[in-house]
């Protein structure tokens, strides 16, 4: 069974720019969830969808959102880059839910903004 | 909310010898907790879960963690260290009654195998 794939795994962005990152669950897992890793604030949890609705939300600014879509696959945004934005993005997937279920990584997306 | 406190942001042991990461939990509620294993440049793998069966949980590549309730612990260890074992561990907890948090991970702690 394929793993978690993000794309893409590398992107170099400008303040003030937006930027689009993109998520391929396991086969048949429902739930997708976001999380921000820097060196200052460790893993934090950006937000999970489950069957194309967000079901939680972490304590992350309006600039970033995020969707899924019928095929589980899901997308985050962020909008109005900022310096501090630059991070490695994760995705996870899970079978039924964040909280009680093993979630399985992806290797990330790491962003850069400039 | 909950919290995890990893102690120690580096440990380091000689090839062989025992691993032993510190990792203590704060939660309202029986929590579901886990152990995640990141390599350079790499996603988060699973080494082993507890989610309130037995509180001796064995993982992969040889891990072990004890869940004591008294000391709100969750220690990870290793009998005897292996150079791939090198890596950033990190704790995390979750509310299996459905918290809005996700996951809730710890600091981490980077794991240096003298040789």
């Known amino acids: 069974k394929a793993g978690v794939t993000q794309t893409p795994r590398y992107l170099i962005k400008t303040r003030g720019q937006q930027v689009t990152l993109s998520c391929s669950p396991i086969?048949?897992?429902?739930?997708v969830s976001w999380y921000q890793q820097t060196p200052g604030q460790g893993l934090q949890f950006l937000f999970e969808?489950?069957?194309?609705?967000?079901?939680n939300k972490g304590n992350f600014p309006g600039r970033f959102s995020g969707r899924q879509f019928s095929n589980s696959r899901s997308e985050m945004n962020v909008s109005t880059l900022e310096l501090g934005d630059s991070a490695l993005y994760l995705c996870?997937?899970?079978?039924?839910?964040?909280?009680?279920?093993?979630?399985?990584f992806g290797p990330g997306t790491r962003l850069t903004v400039t | 909310a909950q919290s995890v406190t990893q102690l120690g942001s580096h440990v380091s042991v000689s090839e062989g010898a025992l691993v032993l990461l510190r990792c203590n939990y704060s939660?309202?509620?029986?929590?579901?907790l886990f152990w995640y294993v990141q390599y350079p440049n790499q996603g988060l793998q699973l080494l082993l879960k507890y989610t309130s069966a037995a509180t001796l949980v064995k993982g992969i590549n040889g891990f072990e963690a004890e869940f004591k309730k008294s000391e709100t612990s969750f220690h990870l260890t290793k009998p005897s260290a292996h150079m791939s074992d090198a890596a950033e561990y990190f704790c995390a907890v979750s509310d299996p009654g459905g918290g809005a948090d996700g996951l809730t991970f710890g600091k981490g702690t980077h794991l240096i195998i003298q040789p």
């Open positions: 996870a997937s899970s079978l039924q839910g964040a909280e009680t279920y093993e979630q399985y």
């Open positions: 939660s309202s509620v029986p929590p579901y």
């Open positions: 086969s048949g897992h429902r739930s």
């Open positions: 969808y489950f069957s194309e609705t967000q079901r």
